[in-house]
């Protein structure tokens, strides 16, 4: 089992910065990529950005240039760093990781999520 527990939402102006952290416990060696997904009432669970656990990121077109995911596999977290927030940004933003476990024969993938924290942009 992996666990991740997220921190760093808070209240911020539009234009303003913060940083998202996330710390994953338990079986972490069996992590593979991780990331951070965003769900604002009333909409679905929308990926925000990934990164591989050699570091290939990938982002989605709304936060390009604005966002940057990062991972430390030493010290087993994660981070999203949010400059120049929108209002639309607002949502709760979830940690995510997928492992691959058990052997080649019988692979299994498998996702975790945390429990999330509340971002809120006001304009």
């Known amino acids: 089992q992996v666990y991740l527990v997220e921190s760093g939402g808070g209240l911020v102006q539009a234009g303003g910065s913060l940083r998202l952290s996330c710390a994953a416990s338990g079986r972490t060696r069996s992590i593979d990529n991780m990331g951070w997904y965003r769900q604002a009432p009333g909409t679905q669970r929308e990926l925000v950005a990934s990164i591989t656990w050699g570091g290939l990121t990938n982002y989605a077109d709304s936060v390009k240039g604005r966002f940057t995911i990062s991972r430390d596999n030493a010290e087993k977290t994660t981070a999203l760093q949010m400059n120049n927030l929108k209002p639309e940004d607002s949502a709760v933003y979830y940690c995510?990781?997928?492992?691959?476990?058990?052997?080649?024969?019988?692979?299994?993938?498998?996702?975790?999520w945390g429990q999330g924290t509340q971002v809120t942009v006001s304009s």
């Open positions: 995510h990781a997928d492992a691959t476990i058990g052997p080649v024969e019988a692979v299994r993938t498998v996702d975790y």
